[in-house]
């Protein structure tokens, strides 16, 4: 395959600094680095100058945190999407972006391919692949964990020192993470036996519970149209706002999650999850639609949510069916405003209250108490036309 210049998915770390001198050497293309500022808290001018120092021709650092949490997380987030019950995704929704960007790079530089470091095992190729290739059909692609001949740590550590490529000095993590605005994940290494607890020093945006304050915070949270807004009555744009709630459910170690997953490659995989903000807003935003959405419509949209979150999971976020549902989604979300009190607690996240504009809670409908509105005697007709089938069944 010839290649003239490449756009690489770059993240200063050891894997992507080898593929710049190795995609040099195996393709003799340029190499056009590119970094998505994605909240994950590092310093990018280092990484930018690190690209540059390593042998690649440009190197962009784009901050994308505001569209990722308004145009990614925000979506996902109004759909209640969960993937097997419990994760929250942090990894899977920030994949579509970060090749979205890559691909406007390269059309920007008219390279006429693009690379990334997953590997071949994981999801995370594909979720950049399936992204390439829906918008930008005749893209090459260039993933060299499936081409080259390093097979461990070690190997690409000696290519490193025998190019002069600058190898981090730090005592290695005994598994790898990935961070964003929205999370953190942890797995490989010690986390791949799931009878193993993790060590209580790998978390970073959560105290543990146990060493979480003893006195509950209480949290207000407004929501307009299915979107957060407001915390505590101040309003914030959408990773303001994501930052603030990861610091506040942090200190009272809520939002830690540890599962092993289906990953869309075949292959179980334990995975252990930071998401503080994202729990607490998971849990408000539910409240919230409690009180003002129809119950058909919330049973339907319930129907749906494992088929959305499995898209996102598997890396589908800009095929139509995904685009098809999210228009549903976000149309049973017109109506979903108002706030919500939540009680943080030693892990925990409490809904303490809820209250809404448009509420379709009505407390004259909904009390024991003496009451005109509702005549109970018709109870009895709903209840015998719904037996009916019932009764015909057991005659039998």
Excluded at 52 to 77: C, H, I, N, Q
Excluded at 122 to 145: C, H, M, S
Excluded at 218 to 236: H, R, S, T
Excluded at 241 to 263: F, P, S, T
Aim: with cysteine; net charge positive; charged share 25%.
């Amino acid at each position: 395959m010839k290649v003239n210049k490449v756009v690489l998915a770059y993240s200063g770390g050891l894997d992507t600094s080898v593929i710049i001198t190795w995609l040099k050497e195996t393709y003799a293309c340029e190499v056009i680095a590119f970094c998505a500022d994605l909240g994950q808290g590092e310093e990018l001018k280092a990484i930018k100058n690190k690209a540059l120092r390593t042998g690649a021709s440009k190197a962009y650092v784009v901050d994308l945190r505001e569209e990722f949490v308004k145009e990614y997380v925000f979506p996902m987030l109004r759909a209640n999407a969960v993937y097997e019950g419990a994760y929250l995704m942090g990894t899977s929704i920030a994949r579509p972006l970060i090749a979205k960007k890559q691909i406007e790079i390269a059309r920007k530089e008219g390279a006429d391919a693009v690379a990334h470091g997953a590997t071949g095992k994981g999801n995370d190729q594909v979720r950049f692949e399936l992204t390439y290739y829906a918008l930008q059909p005749g893209i090459k692609v260039i993933a060299p964990w499936r081409e080259w001949k390093f097979d461990s740590r070690e190997s690409l550590v000696n290519y490193a020192k025998k190019n002069g490529i600058p190898v981090p000095v730090t005592k290695k993590k005994p598994y790898s993470t990935d961070r964003n605005l929205f999370h953190i994940s942890y797995e490989g290494g010690i986390l791949e036996d799931p009878w193993t607890e993790p060590p209580a020093d790998m978390f970073t945006l959560s105290v543990s519970p146990e060493k979480a304050p003893s006195k509950p915070e209480y949290v207000e949270i407004g929501y307009k149209n299915g979107d957060p807004v407001a915390v505590n009555g101040k309003k914030l744009s959408p990773a303001n706002l994501l930052k603030k709630l990861n610091d506040i459910a942090g200190r009272h170690g809520i939002g830690r999650l540890d599962m092993v997953e289906n990953r869309f490659v075949g292959i179980k995989s334990r995975g252990v999850y930071e998401t503080p903000g994202g729990t607490v807003l998971q849990a408000a935003h539910r409240a919230l639609e409690s009180i003002t959405l129809d119950r058909e419509i919330m049973h339907l949209r319930d129907s749906l949510i494992p088929k959305y979150a499995e898209m996102i999971y598997y890396g589908f976020w800009f095929s139509p069916e995904r685009l098809a549902l999210q228009r549903l989604m976000d149309e049973a979300q017109k109506g979903v405003t108002g706030t919500v009190r939540l009680k943080l607690y030693k892990g925990t996240c409490m809904v303490a209250g809820r209250k809404s504009p448009v509420s379709l809670y009505n407390p004259q409908l909904a009390t024991f108490e003496s009451e005109t509105v509702y005549d109970q005697k018709d109870a009895e007709g709903f209840i015998k036309l719904n037996a009916l089938r019932l009764k015909v069944r057991s005659k039998i």
